[in-house]
């Protein structure tokens, strides 16, 4: 074989060594670098379920606390007296004249209206009750309180929205997450538990979405004189899993209810997508039947990500909690973060053709070293034999 021919064969070869070597150093570190991102979606998925346990166990505690209150059993009771009559329509439909009908207030202020000064007996216990109320909803960020009747009439509302003074069993709201709390709480009148609905959308409140808890209350002789329920603000758990901060440009964690729709915005969406975008992938599936882990998918957008995926319990509803990030940004951001390897690589593939070189010189010395003996044995041989031929 030629130099040269001897010299290409040998830089090929070892080329694709290194090839190879550099394919292998690539694959492990993106893997292990894709691992890293899946613990820290994980995490992720970790935090905004707790933090969304944390908002919602705390509404519960205040739910409790305001059912035992005695200002509000005290409103309670009174309204109950007052409306706990064979006919009730009457007078409901009399209170609704006096705090929406010839409320002076502009619609979405009307819960400004503390006393109608008709000096009513409602009136009275309205008046003694909504500024406490008004200022509770307003501090501690809640949409609305509701004072409900055994018979499922609405007695008191802060805001004042279409649902005051409505029959929650009979009424057009029969269907609606207050009336569904409300029944709930009534059935469970002796446990005295909380009960929350899931996300829907509600009539009164230009049907944003909305989530409301609800517990019974009960006299000093332990009987049941109604329900009280607290309409949630859905911005808190929005706010909680819409922040992407060290989530990169692709990062973003989302809620999915048992029917396959967002209770969070979508991160790449202009407009709200919570009730309306529809996730049916396989990690949320997973997590909505109560598995956990993390998978490389393609999201409802139809992009390849890695996503991780937890379940979260809601009122007995299931909720898929899923953190996800674009595999090409993690394929990105492997390569760039992945040390250099071209220093070393040419300085591997310099170290092994000097080896080659000096292995063939070598070879080369070697075999003219034994050719030179075998020259010196051939003349003394013939010296040898020419002399005996003299003789």
Same mark, same amino acid.
């Given at each position: ?12 070869g ?8 550099? %394919? ?31 908002y ?9 606390? %305001? !059912? ?15 409306? #706990?009559? =064979? ?17 002076? #207030? ?16 409602? =009136?009275?216990?309205? !008046? ?9 909803? !307003?501090e501690?960020? /809640? ?7 055994? @018979? +499922? ?51 009164p ?13 009960? #006299? ?5 004189? +109604? ?9 808190k ?16 964690? /989302?809620?999915? +209810?048992?029917?396959?729709?967002m ?5 790449? =969406?202009?407009?709200p ?30 992009? @390849?990500?890695?996503?991780?995926y ?5 009122g007995?509803? !299931? ?37 080659? %070189? /000096? ?13 030179a ?19």
């Open positions: 074989m030629s130099a040269k021919g001897f010299w290409l064969r040998s830089s090929l070892i080329l694709a060594v290194l090839a190879l070597l550099a %394919w292998g150093i690539a694959h492990w570190y993106l893997s292990t670098f894709t691992k890293d991102i899946g613990d820290r979606l994980v995490l992720l998925n970790e935090l905004r379920k707790g933090a969304v346990e944390q919602l166990s705390t509404a519960r505690a205040e739910l409790q606390f %305001w !059912s035992t209150n005695p200002d509000i059993l005290a409103a309670q009771q009174g309204f109950h007296t007052i409306l #706990n009559t =064979s006919d009730s329509k009457p007078i409901l439909a009399a209170i609704k004249k006096s705090y929406v009908g010839q409320n002076k #207030n502009p619609a979405e202020t009307f819960h400004q209206l503390d006393d109608t000064g008709g000096g009513s007996s409602y =009136s009275a216990l309205h !008046s003694q009750l909504h500024p406490l109320a008004k200022l509770f909803v !307003s501690r960020g /809640y949409y609305d309180i509701f004072l409900i009747g055994p @018979e +499922g009439d609405v007695y008191y509302t802060v805001e004042k929205e279409s649902d005051f003074t409505t029959n929650l069993n009979t009424g057009p709201l029969r269907d609606s997450g207050l009336a569904y709390v409300f029944q709930r709480a009534m059935q469970a009148q002796e446990e005295g538990v909380v009960v929350m609905s899931d996300m829907q959308a509600y009539a409140s230009d049907n944003a979405p909305a989530m409301f808890m609800a517990r019974v209350l009960k #006299n000093p002789e332990g009987t049941v004189i +109604g329900v009280i329920a607290f309409q949630l603000p859905t911005t758990i929005l706010d909680i899993m819409s922040y992407t901060a060290g989530m990169g440009e692709t990062g973003e964690t /989302y809620l999915v +209810g048992q029917d396959k729709l209770r969070s915005n979508s991160r790449f =969406s202009t407009s997508t919570v009730l309306v975008q529809k996730v049916d992938t396989k990690t949320v599936n997973k997590a909505l039947a109560g598995e956990s882990g993390v998978e490389l998918i393609t999201d409802y957008r139809g992009v @390849e990500v890695l996503s991780a937890t379940s979260l319990e809601v007995g509803n !299931s909720w898929a909690v899923i953190a996800e990030f674009d595999r090409q940004e993690i394929v990105s951001a492997a390569a760039s973060e992945r040390p250099s390897l071209s220093g070393t690589l040419s300085f591997i593939f310099g170290l092994a053709l000097w080896s080659v %070189w /000096y292995r063939r010189g070598s070879t080369v010395d070697n075999a003219a070293s034994d050719g003996v075998a020259g010196v044995d051939l003349s003394v041989s013939d010296f040898v034999d020419s002399s005996s031929i003299g003789s």
